[in-house]
């Protein structure tokens, strides 16, 4: 199993940048892939970016490409979300996920077992 801790959410203007972090337990971070989700008030879970378990093959929604970059320190157990110039359609909670399968794809909430409690990004215009 797999516990993971999110982190550097906040409120920002916009055109600004955050970086969020998740932390990971466990010795065997480096066997999970990652994902990044979002969920607006109202609106569905939506994907946002995901990292397969070496780094190597990354994944984002077409809205935020050129925009946020995925990353992980395997060392550290932590993967990152890196957004810039943000825009105030990117408010809502942000959520790390961990998957060791490969049934549904990365960018299908059902794909992933395990979540963290959230981080509040909140866009102003």
């Known amino acids: 199993q797999v516990q993971l801790v999110e982190s550097g959410g906040g409120l920002v203007q916009t055109g600004g940048s955050l970086r969020l972090s998740c932390a990971a337990s466990g010795r065997t971070f480096s066997s999970y892939a990652m994902g990044w989700f979002r969920q607006a008030p109202g609106k569905e879970r939506e994907f946002v970016a995901a990292i397969s378990w070496s780094g190597g093959a990354t994944y984002y929604v077409d809205s935020v490409k050129g925009r946020f970059t995925i990353s992980r320190d395997n060392a550290k157990n932590t993967v990152y979300l890196r957004m810039n110039s943000l825009k105030p359609e990117d408010t809502a909670v942000y959520y790390c996920?961990?998957?060791?399968?490969?049934?549904?794809?990365?960018?299908?909430?059902?794909?992933?077992?395990?979540w963290g409690q959230g981080t509040q990004v909140t866009v102003s215009s």
């Open positions: 996920a961990a998957t060791q399968t490969r049934r549904y794809g990365p960018g299908n909430v059902n794909e992933y077992g395990y």
